[in-house]
């Protein structure tokens, strides 16, 4: 127990510091709720030879839950921009891969892996604070990386749901799928958030 309470503040230090150097990028003060990492694999079902791609893991909430329902290690691939957080998750998840890049380049990098196809994309980008041109890029990566049955899953925060560029951003998703979902709002995060999903 004090163990992982150790784990956890030193996580929350280092994302802090992050944060505290590019807050934009970040867009959050503090790692994902274990409560939000769990509602990001609800129901989500991997057989092996099935490839699941997490775009900026930041600190590992969400691998931490991923690694528990992926059969086997080498169907995962982590793409995250900043190198202290992977320097982390290299520690933390030592029998993962993660690549040190921006999710604009995550076909290029699947590629390259050689790995299986892709089942699902789970993403914590801070959307809301992304350029448009960026947001198409990175669409236009994940469309042509989602085959029929494919799932995409990434979380907005309530307060900025809204927002014209999280507006947008789900705008475009819906050209991908018309098989949306939005869960319930998790209030045990900070801050609170839905979790968005699109199924092809």
């Keep these: 127990m004090l163990t992982n309470r150790l784990t956890s503040l030193?996580?929350?230090?280092?994302?802090?510091?992050?944060?505290?150097?590019?807050?934009?990028?970040?867009?959050?003060?503090?790692?994902?709720?274990?409560?939000l990492a769990k509602e990001m694999v609800r129901d989500l079902k991997l057989n092996s030879g099935e490839t699941i791609l997490e775009l900026g893991p930041g600190t590992g909430s969400f691998t931490t839950q991923i690694n528990r329902i992926i059969p086997d290690p080498k169907d995962y691939l982590g793409i995250e921009r900043e190198p202290l957080f992977i320097q982390l998750l290299r520690k933390r998840f030592p029998d993962l891969d993660f690549v040190t890049a921006g999710a604009e380049d995550v076909r290029r990098i699947y590629e390259q892996a050689g790995l299986n196809p892709v089942k699902v994309i789970i993403s914590?980008?801070?959307?809301?604070?992304?350029?448009?041109?960026?947001?198409?890029?990175i669409i236009e990566n994940i469309y042509s990386l989602v085959t029929p049955g494919c799932i995409f899953r990434t979380f907005q925060y309530m307060h900025t749901y809204f927002l014209p560029s999280a507006v947008r951003f789900r705008r475009k998703m819906g050209s991908i799928s018309s098989r949306y979902k939005r869960s319930r709002v998790i209030l045990r995060n900070f801050p609170p958030a839905y979790v968005l999903t699109w199924t092809r």
Aim: hydrophobic share 45%; proline share 8%; charged share 15%.
């Design 10 to 35: 030193r996580n929350s230090l280092t994302f802090l510091k992050v944060f505290l150097r590019n807050p934009v990028g970040i867009g959050a003060v503090a790692p994902s709720s274990r409560a």
């Design 124 to 137: 914590s980008l801070p959307f809301a604070g992304v350029k448009s041109s960026v947001h198409d890029l």
